[in-house]
């Protein structure tokens, strides 16, 4: 069953001579509970991509349908609605807020939807994601490791459709980056999640079921590794 449809995706930057196209009629289908990495190097339209997958950032021109949906017939409100609730979005950065403990971090996009948490839940991702004890640290209290934990942790609270990762483990070391690309592929195979991985890492992206290659903002490669 097809989870995101992509159909003819351009996005440009800047005007008339200085135009930059950062992705130029990009077309491809996910299925659902399909593990997708997208490499390339640097500049090559990859976290554009992510980006405009995840609703943060309009398309130039074409379609991302998404669940049946087309993401970007919908306005501002509906946008923010399907931000909240159809994609998980994981940076390298954690972007966790400071002041607010492991499970404010977690549950703060169900109460920014107006939605009770789901304590049973929150108590299944804080076990599988071993941070039972951890709940009322800051993440100032934490190593780099267990932030992108309550980053995973946080992404899967709302059961998204969809999870959105890019470069989740850049600022990790090997060890806490297989942890977290484990974590990953469990949430792909417990909660039958579509996942979708930017890494510069080959050895993470040959553990996903498909390679997609982007280069100068067109797909080059889009390789099944297992079905």
Not at 16 to 34: C, M, R, T
Not at 115 to 131: F, G, S, T, V
Request: hydrophobic letters at 40%; glycine letters at 8%.
């Amino acid at each position: 069953m097809e989870i995101v449809k992509v159909e003819h995706l351009t996005k440009v930057y800047g005007e008339a001579n200085n135009q930059v196209y950062a992705l130029n009629d990009v077309s491809f289908s996910i299925e659902k509970g399909e593990f997708v990495a997208i490499i390339g190097p640097s500049g090559s339209g990859k976290s554009t991509l992510l980006h405009i997958l995840g609703g943060v950032d309009r398309p130039t021109s074409g379609k991302v349908i998404v669940g049946g949906t087309d993401v970007y017939a919908q306005d501002e409100e509906q946008l923010a609605i399907f931000r909240r609730r159809e994609v998980g979005l994981i940076y390298q950065f954690y972007n966790l807020i400071p002041v607010l403990n492991v499970t404010e971090n977690m549950t703060l996009p169900i109460l920014m939807d107006g939605r009770k948490e789901n304590k049973e839940r929150l108590e299944e991702l804080l076990d599988i994601l071993k941070l039972k004890g951890r709940e009322k640290h800051l993440p100032g209290e934490l190593s780099g490791g267990q932030q992108q934990r309550v980053s995973i942790g946080r992404a899967l609270m709302n059961a998204p459709a969809v999870m959105l990762a890019d470069e989740p483990t850049g600022n990790l070391d090997s060890k806490n980056s297989q942890e977290i690309v484990e974590l990953l592929k469990l949430s792909n195979r417990k909660y039958h999640q579509t996942l979708i991985v930017i890494t510069h890492d080959e050895s993470i992206a040959l553990q996903a079921d498909r390679i997609l290659a982007i280069e100068d903002g067109r797909i080059t490669r889009d390789e099944v590794i297992r079905r």
